[in-house]
T-cell receptor, first 111, second 115 residues
Framework: DAKTTQPNSMESNEEEPVHLPCNHSTISGTDYIHWYRQLPSQGPEYVIH???SNVNNRMASLAIAEDRKSSTLILHRATLRDAAVYYC????????????FGKGTKLSVIP | NAGVMQNPRHLVRRRGQEARLRCSPM?????VYWYRQLPEEGLKFMVYLQKENIIDESGMPKERFSAEFPKEGPSILRIQQVVRGDSAAYFC?????????????FGNGTRLTVT
């Protein structure tokens, strides 16, 4: 399975943008890039996913590099509620159903 | 629109007892997944079910663990003769299509403690 690499932790000030990076140099052509986050004592929450083009939704934006070997999750204005562990996950459109959660990036938001 | 409901939220069992964890998927979702999160570890896939059928159980321990998703009622994850190593948070997720085509909606988990 293609793997992802994320920083262990990041900090952001409240109301500032946050850019969470993810490297996936062995990504294959059929792999979608998914982002989930997990707030303390809760289940994971879907954030966004994409294949090749940049994607926007009400929660975040996903910027995908032209060679698809990296991507960045962008939170436009961090709030205290965004403090969570963020997981970048590759999921093949033709392969396993399993989401493989790594250690993710623990985002702290400073008031 | 109710989300994925898991109960109980917390479950304490003595070694050797049985644990039954329940998951009611979101309305209209026929695909259910179970994941386990051991203390200080990431979530690990256990099993994927679609109404009355087990599609992928490659993440399930070979013994003592079973899962079902009957035509009527919630999905059940059953752990027989629990041991201390089964202590973990168990999360259920559901989706209207399989996870390659549709994001998963997770419940808030059942935290199992084996004493």
């Amino acid at each position: 399975d293609a793997k992802t690499t994320q920083p262990n932790s990041m900090e952001s000030n409240e109301e500032e943008p946050v850019h969470l990076p993810c490297n996936h140099s062995t990504i294959s052509g059929t792999d979608y890039i998914h982002w989930y986050r997990q707030l303390p004592s809760q289940g994971p929450e879907y954030v966004i996913h994409g294949l090749t083009s940049n994607v926007n939704n009400r929660m975040a934006s996903l910027a995908i590099a032209e060679d698809r070997k990296s991507s960045t999750l962008i939170l436009h204005r961090a709030t205290l509620r965004d403090a969570a562990v963020y997981y970048c996950i590759l999921l093949s459109g033709a392969g396993s159903y399993q989401l493989t959660f790594g250690k993710g990036t623990k985002l702290s938001v400073i008031p | 629109n109710a989300g994925v409901m898991q109960n109980p939220r917390h479950l304490v069992r003595r070694r050797g007892q049985e644990a039954r964890l329940r998951c009611s998927p979101m309305k209209g979702h026929s695909h259910v997944y179970w994941y386990r999160q051991l203390p200080e570890e990431g979530l690990k896939f256990m099993v994927y079910l679609q109404k009355e059928n087990i599609i992928d159980e490659s993440g399930m321990p070979k013994e003592r663990f079973s899962a079902e998703f009957p035509k009527e009622g919630p999905s059940i994850l059953r752990i027989q003769q629990v041991v201390r190593g089964d202590s973990a948070a168990y999360f259920c997720a559901s989706s209207p299509r399989d996870s390659r085509r549709s994001p998963l909606h997770f419940g808030n988990g059942t935290r199992l403690t084996v004493t």
